[in-house]
């Protein structure tokens, strides 16, 4: 608090200076040669004029000038992608005047640029620039701070004009080839190889068509076809409103590095756009975080503006250096949900013996629900594995690597043979990699 008060006085008090522009500097300079010139004197008059010059500059923007700020961002800001951000300057006073605005952007983002230009009387000028931010959450913009100057050019004031405001940091949203249900299946029924695929799976009655070769006898409407006089089959399409509970383990497991990020920041991007592709689809998503201790939890729910409820709450989530304990987590959760649903499960596999609890936990769900546990493993690991080894070290760490991927492939193997559904991506493969094992479980109707 004592800062604060500080930083408010020191604030006040550059209001109440006048600032030497950079022209003033410049004719102050050429005082040099005028000593050896006219003497002190004539130095000494140009200063007293040039600090004249520089008060009246002052006072001239002090009554001539009422400036107000605006920012403007969008909604929803990604996380390391280019956000723009406008300053609008609103000048209602009587007289023009030169300002150069330097925003106040969070302490973790880059330094904002210099905004420099003229804003007319009783008018408003925007200025733009660029933002990269790096960490997903919830941050704060600090006050907008800017320079006037006066109509000579020699005097500029200091101005510093509140406008702090909170701003949310959301997952990167990418686009993928499949982004729902409904393009995905449009897109097999124009592919000779995936129509084929798509007809007859699911259990919810769709349309009745034309037989066609290499459609399954077993589909064919015997009703409509004799009464049409021609072979019809049925179309099934998959079941709509069921279920989808995104699992995210916030623990310790999730804090690695891959990519430039955490664990936890791919699986809730993949968890994020999986939950729309969903909703798009006709079924209800809900989202699940925990680590030692259950964080929080949103139920499934298809309605409009569930996918800002699960970004909303999802955006402070950070991973915790804490052991997960997901016999405790999943019992919650069967507790809550009485609905069959499938559970896909973000989390790491180191081996066995590791993820025991995990194997364990797993069992649990497997009576009312279809687990899918989602093996998040680091990228770096297949770039080393695919460069030969250089040195006697390199041999010994790539040795290291694969006996760890050998005991990582028996966990899953045991995952398996729990009944759960298991896969292995990389965060570079794993939205679109999720994606595709979601359709799959949709086509064969397992849920």
């Not at 799976?201 to 290499?214: I, K, P, V």
């Not at 699992?247 to 993949?270: I, N, P, Q, V, Y």
Request: glycine share 6%; hydrophobic share 40%; charged share 25%.
């Amino acid at each position: 608090m004592t800062e604060q008060m500080e930083g408010r006085q020191i604030n006040a008090l550059q209001e109440r200076i006048p600032v030497p522009t950079t022209l003033t500097v410049w004719l102050a300079a050429t005082g040099i040669p005028i000593v050896f010139l006219l003497g002190w004197e004539g130095a000494l008059i140009l200063d007293l004029l040039l600090f004249l010059g520089c008060c009246l500059d002052f006072v001239s923007v002090c009554r001539g000038s009422a400036l107000t700020a605006q920012r403007r961002f969008p909604d929803y800001i990604s996380q390391g992608t280019a956000q723009e951000v406008r300053i609008i300057l609103l000048n209602e006073g009587n007289r023009p005047c030169r300002v150069q605005a330097k925003d106040n952007p969070p302490l973790e983002w880059e330094k904002a640029p210099i905004l420099a230009g003229a804003v007319p009387a009783k008018s408003s000028v925007s200025f733009s620039y660029k933002v990269f931010p790096p960490k997903r959450g919830v941050f704060r913009f600090g006050d907008i701070h800017l320079r006037v100057t006066g109509p000579l050019g020699l005097g500029a004031r200091e101005v510093r004009l509140t406008s702090s405001v909170q701003v949310k940091v959301f997952p990167t949203l990418r686009a993928f080839r499949y982004p729902d249900l409904i393009s995905y299946r449009r897109t097999a029924r124009e592919r000779g190889s995936l129509r084929a695929k798509w007809r007859g799976e699911g259990r919810e009655f769709e349309s009745l068509r034309d037989y066609m070769e290499g459609d399954d006898p077993r589909k064919i409407h015997w009703k409509a076809s004799a009464r049409l006089d021609r072979p019809i089959v049925q179309e099934f399409r998959p079941e709509r409103n069921q279920n989808l509970i995104l699992a995210l383990d916030a623990s310790r497991l999730m804090c690695s590095l891959s990519e430039g990020k955490t664990k936890l920041d791919h699986a809730l991007e993949s968890a994020v756009q999986l939950a729309h592709a969903a909703m798009a689809g006709g079924d209800q998503p809900g989202i699940f975080a925990f680590s030692n201790q259950v964080i929080f939890f949103i139920p499934p729910k298809r309605s409009p503006d569930q996918l800002k409820r699960i970004l909303e709450k999802s955006v402070s989530l950070e991973p915790r250096f804490v052991e997960p304990r997901y016999e405790e987590a999943f019992l919650w959760l069967q507790f809550r949900l009485r609905r069959r649903s499938l559970i896909v499960i973000f989390t790491d596999l180191l081996d066995e013996v590791a993820s025991e609890n995990l194997l364990d936990a797993v069992a649990l769900l497997r009576a009312r629900h279809l687990p899918l546990c989602v093996a998040i493993r680091e990228s770096e690991w297949d770039r080393f594995l695919n460069q030969p080894p250089s040195t006697p070290y390199e041999v010994y760490e790539r040795s290291v690597l694969q006996e760890s991927l050998r005991q990582r492939r028996k966990a899953l193997g045991v995952l398996l043979q729990k009944g759960s559904l298991v896969t292995d991506l990389s965060p570079s493969h794993l939205s679109l990699g999720i994606l595709e094992r979601y359709l799959d479980v949709k086509r064969r109707g397992l849920l």
